[in-house]
């Protein structure tokens, strides 16, 4: 991870992004989400996250409330941005396959160097935007400081005297401030071991496979898998 971490500075530094300018990531969960997202911090740049499975308007929206330099985006979305890119965003980066005037990612990470030097950013510096849900309105960006994820994420841990030893499923969008804590704040505070669904489709199945230590989801999930044992068991 940590060397295409490297490699996806170096990616974004060569297409021009420069520290406090903001990259909008529009990435499922897996390592593209992670190296990203390390990347831009080592940049000094600030990561922007949206929601990959929001409208063509939305996306629009965050596109011009971002005033993002960068946009790193799954090829599944490209077609929709391609129609509401700003002139603000000098560099665009497709993930997983290929699109029309956009970078590939892993061609850029081939070409980048396993060698940077990370931006000189403190704790207090901005590390990036989160937005809400936007079910009240437009989505609002939520900045959030080096010191606020690091807090966090240590406080957390500590509360639920989380070890290395333990085994989490990211089956909750990483671009969720929630999920972005518990898969990547408290996995690097504690060190444990993150595992990514293949896909939403095999969840239930990824899940009984790894068998997380440690399992975080609202009283619905709950619910929704205490009535599947039931009927299985009925």
Not at 2 to 19: F, I, T
Request: aromatic share 10%; hydrophobic share 40%.
């Amino acid at each position: 991870v940590q060397r295409r971490a490297n490699r996806a500075c170096d990616a974004l530094r060569e297409a021009g992004v420069r520290p406090e300018e903001r990259v909008l990531m529009l990435l499922f969960d897996g390592l593209p989400f992670v190296e990203t997202w390390f990347g831009i911090l080592k940049t000094g740049a600030v990561f922007c996250m949206a929601n990959p499975l929001g409208t063509t308007e939305d996306l629009r929206y965050l596109l011009e409330y971002t005033g993002c330099s960068a946009v790193v985006a799954d090829a599944s979305l490209t077609d929709k941005l391609d129609s509401v890119m700003p002139d603000s965003c000098r560099a665009r980066f497709c993930v997983g396959g290929t699109a029309d005037d956009w970078t590939g990612w892993e061609a850029a990470l081939e070409a980048a160097s396993d060698e940077v030097t990370n931006a000189d950013t403190s704790r207090d510096d901005i590390a990036g935007w989160l937005f809400t849900s936007g079910t009240t309105g437009k989505p609002k960006g939520v900045v959030l400081s080096n010191r606020n994820v690091i807090e966090t994420a240590k406080n957390s841990s500590e509360f639920d005297h989380l070890r290395p030893s333990e085994d989490i499923l990211a089956y909750l969008p990483m671009a969720w401030v929630g999920d972005f804590i518990f898969s990547i704040g408290q996995a690097y505070w504690t060190g444990f071991c993150t595992n990514c669904p293949e896909s939403a489709d095999t969840m239930m199945t990824d899940l009984r496979e790894i068998g997380p230590t440690y399992y975080f989801a609202p009283p619905r999930v709950f619910e929704s898998q205490l009535t599947n044992v039931m009927i299985r068991m009925e």
